[in-house]
């Protein structure tokens, strides 16, 4: 028997407690993002973040710069609501163009308002077993695993890709819950063998219909 694993359905339902916990709390919440240049799938991401935090209770602001912008010009940004204190969240929508060092913009983001998790110290605390974020994607599996009670503890399982967007917080994640964890990648031999060895597979590497069903 297969089962659908309906991310759109647990969605709704975590909206809905995450706004009652919300109104329950008496505070009110403020998340910043920063998008640069007008890549449309960034900006459709951007706009259904501001979405979800309207429903939910959750203030937002936006910060739109052009697709040449220097990373200078982003840093200051960052830097601008890093210094505000009524913004709880900031959000740089990744990837950002060619020409901009993205790795000074993740480290200039202050690690206690960094809600994807990217910040060094964010993926230290969650390596350690301690995160104080995770990434969104490996979070939203994790609590997808949950919702349909599907075992991870003890469970074998193989993440394919090492992004640190998604493939490494993924293989931390599963570990903290203490599955057996396989990191897959470009450089992997036998793959195919690998996966075959899955009881929980993820697939993070961009790609549709690389994985075959000879492969599982």
């Not at 913009?105 to 350690?128: Q, R, T, W």
């Amino acid at each position: 028997m297969t089962t659908i694993l309906d991310g759109k359905k647990c969605s709704e339902k975590r909206l809905e407690l995450l706004k009652e916990k919300i109104e329950e709390s008496g505070l009110y919440p403020r998340l910043a993002t920063v998008i640069v240049g007008s890549d449309p799938a960034s900006q459709m991401y951007v706009r259904m973040k501001h979405r979800a935090c309207e429903r939910v209770g959750i203030g937002s602001v936006g910060i739109e710069l052009p697709a040449d912008a220097t990373t200078e010009t982003v840093l200051d940004a960052v830097n601008r609501v890093n210094e505000d204190p009524d913004i709880n969240g900031i959000l740089v929508q990744l990837p950002l163009p060619k020409g901009i060092d993205t790795e000074r913009i993740i480290g200039a983001i202050s690690p206690a308002k960094d809600v994807d998790g990217y910040h060094p110290e964010n993926m230290g605390l969650l390596f350690s077993g301690k995160p104080r974020f995770s990434s969104c994607t490996p979070q939203g599996i994790m609590t997808l695993l949950e919702e349909y009670q599907i075992p991870v503890a003890g469970a074998r399982a193989v993440v394919v890709g090492r992004s640190i967007d998604v493939g490494r917080p993924m293989a931390a994640l599963l570990l903290n819950a203490d599955a057996t964890v396989t990191i897959c990648h470009s450089r992997t031999t036998n793959l195919a063998e690998e996966l075959k060895q899955a009881v929980i597979l993820v697939s993070a590497i961009g790609k549709a219909h690389f994985i075959t069903p000879a492969m599982v």
